[in-house]
């Protein structure tokens, strides 16, 4: 089978807010190709703690495909060296929509996402009907399971939103 191309790889990103530490956290490390654990650094996108699963104001990630192209699925990666106090998947988001845009202003969702189930560690996959678009906004609502062990002296849940890795295919 032809091995499919990830049009996101090192293709720029932005974020409505994002965490910025140079090594660790930042929107660079969303298309670095760089899927590994945290104890490496480059982990990931990161926003800082929320006190609650809702947001006020929904977070924005987008990426910059450098061209319009066909583009039908999406793929997002949770952080991986962290968990739940259940152990489940921490501070991956709950409710959430794929949109797509051509000139980076105008975005039409093709898939949207309530009550998404504990994706176990694993990347998840959106999958919709092909589609012309140079901009991917992941576009999110509602935030996940917090991480244990990771409270801060004024937040003992600290909600956030934390991807790996985004990728995009046609």
């Given at each position: 089978?032809?091995?499919?191309?990830?049009?996101?790889?090192?293709?720029?990103?932005?974020?409505?807010?994002?965490?910025?530490?140079?090594?660790?956290?930042?929107?660079?490390?969303?298309?670095?190709?760089?899927?590994?654990?945290?104890?490496?650094?480059?982990?990931?996108?990161?926003?800082?703690?929320?006190?609650?699963?809702?947001?006020?104001?929904?977070?924005?990630?987008?990426?910059?495909?450098?061209?319009?192209?066909?583009?039908?699925?999406?793929?997002?990666?949770?952080?991986?060296?962290?968990?739940?106090?259940?152990?489940?998947?921490?501070n991956f988001p709950?409710?959430?929509?794929?949109?797509?845009?051509?000139?980076?202003?105008?975005?039409?969702?093709?898939?949207?996402?309530?009550?998404?189930?504990?994706?176990?560690?694993?990347?998840?996959?959106?999958?919709?009907?092909?589609?012309?678009?140079?901009?991917?906004?992941?576009?999110?609502?509602?935030?996940?399971?917090?991480?244990?062990?990771?409270?801060?002296?004024?937040?003992?849940?600290?909600?956030?939103?934390?991807?790996?890795?985004?990728?995009?295919?046609?």
């Amino acid at each position: 089978a032809n091995k499919k191309v990830n049009l996101a790889l090192n293709q720029s990103g932005s974020a409505s807010e994002s965490v910025q530490s140079p090594g660790m956290w930042g929107t660079e490390y969303l298309t670095d190709g760089y899927k590994a654990k945290d104890d490496a650094g480059r982990i990931g996108y990161t926003t800082d703690a929320y006190h609650s699963q809702v947001l006020e104001n929904p977070i924005d990630i987008t990426l910059n495909l450098g061209q319009q192209q066909q583009v039908n699925q999406v793929v997002l990666y949770p952080r991986l060296s962290v968990g739940s106090w259940e152990g489940k998947t921490a501070n991956f988001p709950t409710d959430y929509e794929i949109q797509v845009s051509n000139d980076g202003t105008n975005f039409q969702t093709v898939v949207s996402v309530q009550n998404q189930p504990d994706p176990m560690q694993q990347p998840v996959t959106c999958q919709f009907d092909s589609t012309t678009a140079q901009y991917i906004r992941i576009h999110v609502t509602k935030l996940g399971e917090y991480a244990a062990g990771e409270s801060i002296p004024d937040n003992p849940t600290p909600y956030r939103l934390q991807f790996t890795e985004i990728e995009v295919y046609n």
